[in-house]
């Protein structure tokens, strides 16, 4: 059973900035493509962005372009999600997802190509 792990949620005020991390087992760290994930209240799983299996491609959903960035270091088997310049509409449970194959290159994910899941942390931003 793999499990992924994401630390760093928590409130902040609009405008602010917050670290996500995610933490998994080597094997999947290796090889796999990563991505993020966020459900708001009454709202679908969405999209939010997606890290080759090296880190150095990756893609955002228009929603965050510009403002959020994905890594990942293998290393560690950790992957990140700095997210600046936050807005209420962000609030949501953020999901990590593992998704094979890690790929050369890298699109937005779709959910069911999600291999694994992790089960999520709350980010809040306060207007």
């Known amino acids: 059973q793999v499990q992924l792990v994401e630390t760093g949620g928590g409130l902040v005020q609009a405008g602010g900035s917050l670290s996500l991390s995610c933490a998994g087992p080597?094997?999947?760290?290796?090889?796999?493509?990563m991505g993020w994930f966020r459900q708001a209240p009454g709202k679908e799983r969405e999209f939010v962005a997606a890290?080759?299996?090296?880190?150095?491609?990756?893609y955002y959903a228009d929603s965050v372009k510009g403002r959020f960035t994905i890594s990942r270091d293998n290393a560690k088997n950790a992957m990140f999600l700095e997210m600046d310049s936050l807005t209420p509409e962000d609030t949501a449970v953020y999901y990590c997802?593992?998704?094979?194959?890690?790929?050369?290159?890298?699109?937005?994910?779709?959910?069911?190509?999600?291999?694994?899941w992790g089960k999520g942390t709350l980010v809040t931003i306060s207007s």
């Open positions: 997802a593992a998704t094979w194959p890690g790929g050369p290159t890298v699109g937005p994910i779709s959910y069911d190509d999600v291999n694994y």
């Open positions: 080597g094997r999947v760290f290796s090889s796999y493509a």
């Open positions: 890290i080759n299996w090296n880190g150095d491609r990756t």
